[in-house]
């Protein structure tokens, strides 16, 4: 079993930054993908971000391309999401995910773990 726990969301401007952090426990998860996730009021789940097992694979979503960025340290057990230049429709609840069964990339389908989210708000 992966216990996986988000931080470091919150209510920001738009244009400023944020970095979420998720933190695994229970197991190391340096041999799995993990991933970033967002679920926006009255829209379904979407990718944001995966990130392979060494970091050498990265995946990032067309709509947050050139702000976000995916990184992990496998010495902590932890994964980022450093968000840029944010705007007002990246409001939304964000998940970390990992996928057991994979060590290259994650989506919604595949993930097996997920954390509970935290919310990131930007007001315009």
């Known amino acids: 079993q992966v216990h996986l726990v988000e931080s470091g969301g919150g209510l920001v401007q738009a244009g400023d930054s944020l970095r979420l952090s998720c933190a695994a426990s229970?197991?190391?998860?340096?041999?799995?993908?993990m991933g970033w996730f967002r679920q926006a009021p009255g829209k379904e789940r979407e990718f944001v971000a995966s990130?392979?097992?060494?970091?050498?694979?990265?995946s990032i979503a067309a709509s947050v391309l050139g702000r976000f960025t995916i990184s992990r340290d496998n010495a902590k057990n932890t994964v980022y999401l450093q968000m840029n230049s944010l705007k007002s429709e990246d409001t939304a609840v964000y998940y970390c995910?990992?996928?057991?069964?994979?060590?290259?990339?994650?989506?919604?389908?595949?993930?097996?773990?997920w954390g509970q989210g935290t919310q990131v708000t930007v007001s315009s």
């Open positions: 990130i392979s097992w060494s970091g050498g694979t990265r």
């Open positions: 229970g197991r190391t998860v340096s041999n799995y993908a």
């Open positions: 995910a990992l996928d057991e069964h994979s060590g290259v990339a994650v989506s919604t389908t595949s993930a097996d773990f």
